[in-house]
DNA sequence: GTACATTAAATGTATGTACATATATTTGCA
DNA sequence: TGCAAATATATGTACATACATTTAATGTAC
C-alpha cells in the first residue's frame, strides 16, 4: 500500500506505465476517470468509519432534504447523481440499518414512502462536515482554479 | 432516457437538483464525479457492439503491449488504472471469450503466464482508434484546454 | 534443513451498477 | 365498464470493486 501512497504524488504520466499518451484529449480523458478513482476511493475511506457507503449516503442526504417528509422511490432515483441506480436495495440496506423506514403508501398502493428514522439524522450530524471532498485533495485547488475546472467540466458535457 | 439525454446539456448546477453548492470545491468535486461518471457511460457504450467491458479491454490492452511476451497476473494489477482490482477474475471472463490464455508458469509455480491469442488481438485491432475518449465530450475542448485540465487534475492529486 | 514469513493467485462475501424482466397498481381510453 | 398502457417498485443476472481470507509455492533465518 505504501506504493500507492506514493503514486498518488506523481503526474498522471508516471502512474500510468504507458509511456505516450495519443493527444491531450487522451490524457486529459485518462486522467479524468484516474482523478475521479482516486477521490472516490478517497471519500470511500473518510465513510468507512460510519457504516454506510456514498450512494447511501446519498440517499440518506435526500431523505433529511425531505424530512419530515416522505420520499418514494422515484423520486430518490430522480436526484442520486449516480444514474439509473438501484434505489430500491439501498434502501435495503438502509433499513437494514434502521437508517429508514419503508412503509405502503395508501393513497397510491404502487409506491412506498421512505422516511429517514432518528438515527438516520443522527449519523448525518456526525457526519456533517467532511463531505464535499474536503481533506480528498480537492482543496489544492485555490478558488479561482476550482472555478476554472467546473467551467471545463460543464463543456465536457456540453 | 430522453431526461438524461436532456440532462447532458445543462450546467451542473441543474443535473443535480440540490440547488446550492456550499464553495467551488464542493462543486468542483460533485462535478468531477458526475463529468467522471458521464464518460465511463459514453466508453461504455462504445464497447458494447465489441462485448468486453473496460476493465477487461485494459487488461487486454496490457497484455497487447507485452506480446508476445506473458503477463503475469501482479504485473496486470501493477498496470491497471483501476486500483487494487481483481484482475484474476477479469481474466477469468476474457478466458471464457478465448481472448487470453492461462497457464501455470514452469519457473514459479506461483504464478501463470497470461498471454493474449490472436482472436484477442484481432479485437483490439478491430478496436483501435474508438479509445481516447474520442466520441464522448472530452474533444469539446481546445488543446489548450485539455492542458489547461491536466494541470488542474494533477494538482488535485498532489 | 526445518520453521516462519512472504509472495502469487484464487476465492468468498458485501456492495454497487447496468440491464432486463416481473408484479402490482393505477390511469386512460374505447 | 373493461382492458390495455403506463407507472412504481422489486427482483434476477452479469459484471465489477473492495476487502478479507485461503492455498500453494518460494525465500529466508536460524
Redesign the interface.
Known sequence: MEI?ELK??M??EDE???SA?????????????????????AQAALFKPFGITLPQYNILRILR?QHPKPATISLLI??M????SNASRIVDKLEAKELVTRKQCPSDRRTVDVLITEKGLELLRQMDGL????G??????T?Q??????A???????
Not at 487522451?26 to 476511493?41: D, M, P
Open positions: 500507492r498518488l504524488h503526474k498522471i500510468i506505465k504507458q499518451f495519443r493527444s491531450e484529449y487522451h490524457k486529459a480523458y485518462i486522467n479524468l476517470v484516474y482523478t475521479s478513482g482516486y477521490l472516490e476511493q432534504g430522480e436526484r447523481l449516480d444514474k439509473t463531505e464535499g471532498g474536503k480528498t485533495g480537492i482543496t489544492n485547488l478558488d482554479e476550482a472555478v476554472q475546472l467546473n471545463l467540466l460543464d463543456k465536457i458535457r456540453d
